[in-house]
Nanobody, 116 residues
Framework: QVQLVESGGGLVQPGGSLRLSCAAS????????MGWYRQAPGKQRELVAA???????NYADSVKGRFTISRDNAENTVYLQMNSLKPEDTAVYYC??????????WGQGTQVTVSS
């Protein structure tokens, strides 16, 4: 069992930056692939970025070059640094922990709003 708690969301102007954090507890954090997903109103949840236990990363095309995912296994935390934010980045952002697609856990989500 893994518990995930996101933080760092908020309101930011276009072009601004935010850093999301996801603190994990309850299991061996380092063995999980960690991901950030987002869901905008009326849209399906989509993968934003993921990082494997070995540190490999992948990103949605829409955020490449602007967002960076990282993890600190000593602190059981995964981060999403978001730069050059756009209004279309507005969504609820969710942290996910996955192990072999068998063990899969979600956080409660944190709202990110990009607006002037």
């Amino acid at each position: 069992q893994v518990q995930l708690v996101e933080s760092g969301g908020g309101l930011v102007q276009p072009g601004g930056s935010l850093r999301l954090s996801c603190a994990a507890s309850g299991s061996i954090f380092s063995i999980y692939t960690m991901g950030w997903y987002r869901q905008a109103p009326g849209k399906q949840r989509e993968l934003v970025a993921a990082i494997t236990s070995g540190g490999s990363t992948n990103y949605a095309d829409s955020v490449k070059g602007r967002f960076t995912i990282s993890r600190d296994n000593a602190e059981n935390t995964v981060y999403l640094q978001m730069n050059s934010l756009k209004p279309e980045d507005t969504a609820v952002y969710y942290c996910n922990a996955d192990r072999l697609h068998i063990y899969n856990y979600w956080g409660q989500g944190t709202q990110v709003t990009v607006s002037s």
